[in-house]
Every structure is written in C-alpha cells, then in structure tokens.
C-alpha cells in the first residue's frame, strides 16, 4: 500500500493487456527474468509492485537489437496508461524451474508521474495515490445489479475457468456501488481501454452507471446479434 501521507514512491510496474480492479483477483505466469526478479524481490519484501495496461507494444519482449532503445520491442515502443493498480502477492507456486504461478489482490489506485524502463527491460515509476472509492449505497434503481451479478456467479461456479466468488452472500460490500461496480467490469466482455476507463473514474455510482449502460447494451445485442 502506498501510505497516504506520501506525495510519491517509486514503483516496479507490470505492464499488462488487461486491467486490475482494486479488491480484484489478478492470476499471472510468470516466466521472463524481469518478472520473475520482480515477484522474488516482493515475496522477499512483503511490498506491491503496479499493474497498468499496456497501450501498445508486447506483454512479452524480447532483448533490444542494435540501435533500439529499451522499451522497444522490433520498434514498437510499449506505451503505459497512466492510472494503474497496486498489486500484493497473495499465492505463489513454483512448478518449474523459471516459472512461476502467482496470484495477486488489486490494491489501492496510483497515477505515473513518470515511468522509465531499466535496461533488462522493467518498467519503474514515480507515481502517486489516488484516493479509495468513497462508500457509496446502491442507487434504488441499480439495486437490482447486486443480486444479478451473485445469480450469474453462482450459475457458473463449478465450471472450468470460473471465477471464485469475490464475496460471500450477505456481504456488506454487495451493497457498495464502488465494490460492485469493479466485480462487474471485471466480469463482463469489455475492451481494455473501457475496463481502464472505469478502473480510472474517481466516482463510484458514475462507474455503476456505466457498467448498466454496458448491461443494457450488450443483453440487447445478445437478443438481435443481427444488429
């Protein structure tokens, strides 16, 4: 957690093509040298490391060739968005020698003063914290979006693949509209850039309202895919 009496703190960055909710569940392999020294480096020290989506460029690279700059990979310069997520190691298996199997809780948000890449090819960052979600009550007429989001998880659970369930029913954070909006973006078919603009909104029940408008949309294309 970056301490909120903090301007700013340096930060290892994961850059990813996906974006991490706070209260969210991130599973990773881990395989390239720089991300397995990074995860070595926080399980040792107990300390988060960043995930923010990568814009453009490769989640896997390879070493720079002669007269590129770190950062590229065959040209294409890896861009970061701005907002991320602190990520904290919950679980971590070792099946092989230069793998590793992680699992990570999505923290509290940051925004990247600057970011600049080592030359083994990590990305750091000063960044600073934004504020947590206020707690926000559901809006009468999305109080309906609780139970619905508990309905579908539960028809899933047991398949292959299926996320767990982020709480248990008669939590208080089913009633969040901050908390229920993330589980929401995390689960529904959403470009990345959408899911980061969500994850970036500051204000909770906005961030609910559009995960309606995205319900909405994406029931009345699953009743006429024609359109």
């Known amino acids: 957690m970056i301490s909120s009496t903090m301007d700013t703190t340096q930060l290892p960055l994961f850059p990813l ?15 390239e040298v720089r991300y397995l020294d990074l995860v070595k480096r926080c399980e040792q020290s107990g300390e988060p490391f960043g995930v923010v989506c990568l814009q453009s460029g490769h989640e896997v690279r390879r070493a720079p060739r002669p007269g590129e700059a770190p950062g590229q990979d065959g040209g294409h310069t890896e861009t970061l968005a701005d907002i991320g997520t602190l990520a904290t190691l919950e679980r971590i298996e070792h099946p092989q020698a230069g793998l590793m199997l992680v699992q990570a809780r999505g923290g509290q948000r940051f925004k990247i003063d600057h970011a600049h890449v080592l030359p083994h090819g990590l990305w750091t960052a000063t960044v600073r914290p934004l504020p947590d979600d206020a707690p926000a009550a ?41 908390w229920l909006s993330n589980r929401w973006a995390e689960c529904l078919p959403l470009p990345a850039a959408e899911r980061q603009r969500l994850m970036s909104l500051d204000n909770p029940l906005w961030r609910l309202e559009l995960v309606a408008e995205w319900l909405d949309r994406l029931e009345r294309l699953s009743q006429n895919p024609a359109n």
Not at 17 to 31: K, N
Not at 166 to 172: C, K, S, T
Request: no cysteine; charged share 10%.
């Open 17 to 31: 093509h996906t974006v991490l909710f706070p209260g969210g569940l991130l599973s990773l392999q881990v395989f």
């Open 138 to 178: 559901l809006p009468l007429e999305l109080a309906s979006l609780s139970q619905r989001l508990q309905s579908a998880l539960h028809a899933m659970a047991g398949q292959e693949g299926a996320p767990p369930p982020p709480a248990a029913p008669g939590d208080p954070r089913w009633d969040d509209a901050g």
